[in-house]
């Protein structure tokens, strides 16, 4: 795997389902290696929403949801 910054076209992108305290710490080294985080949780504010770069609070069981929030984060 190669590793870049978040900002490059060629990123790697990761979406973590459940963002709490370990979540967070996920996102942080995630973060550090290149990688741009997107944190998915069921309340606001959770613990990684507070630093990667895009979140979004929705019910994870809703499989419709999740696809909407892939098909927003699909690279150009």
Do not use: H, W
Not at 14 to 39: F, K, P
Request: charged letters at 30%; aromatic letters at 4%.
């Amino acid at each position: 795997m190669i590793f870049t910054t978040p900002l490059k076209s060629n990123r790697t992108k990761i979406m973590l389902l459940g963002s709490g305290e370990l979540g967070r710490e996920v996102a942080i080294e995630a973060i550090r290696l290149g990688c741009e985080v997107v944190a998915v949780d069921r309340y606001e504010n959770a613990p990684a929403m507070l630093v990667a770069q895009n979140s979004y609070v929705i019910d994870m069981k809703n499989k419709e949801a999740l696809l909407e929030i892939i098909r927003r984060e699909k690279p150009t």
